[in-house]
């Protein structure tokens, strides 16, 4: 398979990259500002990790990196902005740099990649969030409304491109990182509530990814990968 996974080098872009690429998948791997991170990357993969630059605030970049794909069998959506704002100082900039990355960089993106997959038979996967299912985490009104705004697109689109396409999101809880040691207080609070008690490791959100690009069963789903968060 050939995936398109937008902000390969991030916590869980890195996880998603080197999981495919184990798989035998020739990955392009979309790079913003982190260009060295996506070389580092693909010295370390090898010749199945293909970075890409694409900037998902600007349309034109969007179209110039899609048009040099010859063949594309899944897109999956990982790029996202994260801030935390308390409401009353929320500035509408903020919302609207949040909205721009998380959602109509999304939109963009799957719009652009849309007549690739449709030759493949191939699927979107859109990585959202819990807080899109469990809002009120505190200063995060804007990041959660824009990860809700991606599971209602998902199912939307999967109806639309239905049945050449397959359109499906997954929300995962807090992700483990080096910047989560043992004793950050968000970590030990996810910790208490989470029923297996743990972080999410992003290798296991990786394989919930492959599977739905793999499974042609499924479209318009949105499976929690979160430890049991929202279920304690
Ligand atoms: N970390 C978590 O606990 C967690 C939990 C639930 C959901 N998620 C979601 O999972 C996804 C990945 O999270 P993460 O924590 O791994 O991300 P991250 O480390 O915060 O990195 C953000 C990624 O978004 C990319 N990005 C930002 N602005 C961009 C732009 N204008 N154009 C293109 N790409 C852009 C960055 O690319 P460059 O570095 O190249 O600029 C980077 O790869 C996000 O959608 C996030 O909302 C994360």
């Excluded at 996880?15 to 500002?33: E, I, K, M, P, Q």
Aim: charged share 20%.
């Amino acid at each position: 398979m050939t995936i398109l996974v937008s902000g390969g080098t991030s916590t869980l872009g890195s996880a998603l990259c080197s999981y495919f690429v184990s798989r035998g998948d020739r990955v392009l791997c979309t790079y913003h500002r982190s260009e060295k991170q996506a070389f580092d990357l693909a010295a370390s993969l090898g010749p199945l990790l293909v970075p890409i630059a694409m900037d998902l605030q600007d349309s034109d970049s969007i179209e110039k990196a899609v048009a040099a794909i010859e063949g594309l069998d899944a897109l999956v959506n990982n790029s996202g902005i994260f801030t935390e704002e308390m409401f009353e100082e929320l500035g509408l900039d903020q919302w609207r740099k949040v909205f721009s990355v998380n959602v109509e960089g999304l939109f963009l993106l799957c719009k652009a990649c849309a007549p690739l997959l449709t030759a493949s038979g191939g699927s979107i996967v859109n990585i959202a969030s819990i807080n899109a299912l469990h809002p009120g985490f505190g200063k995060t009104v804007h990041y959660d409304a824009s990860k809700g705004a991606v599971i209602s697109f998902t199912q939307s689109l999967a109806s639309e491109l239905a049945p050449h396409v397959r359109v499906n999101a997954v929300a995962p809880g807090l992700i483990a990182s080096s910047a989560l040691d043992s004793e950050h207080p968000l970590r030990r609070r996810y910790e208490k509530r989470a029923l297996l008690n743990r972080l999410v490791d992003p290798v296991e959100v990786a394989k919930v990814v492959a599977l739905l690009c793999d499974c042609q069963a499924m479209t318009g789903q949105t499976v929690v990968v979160d430890s049991g968060y929202l279920a304690g």
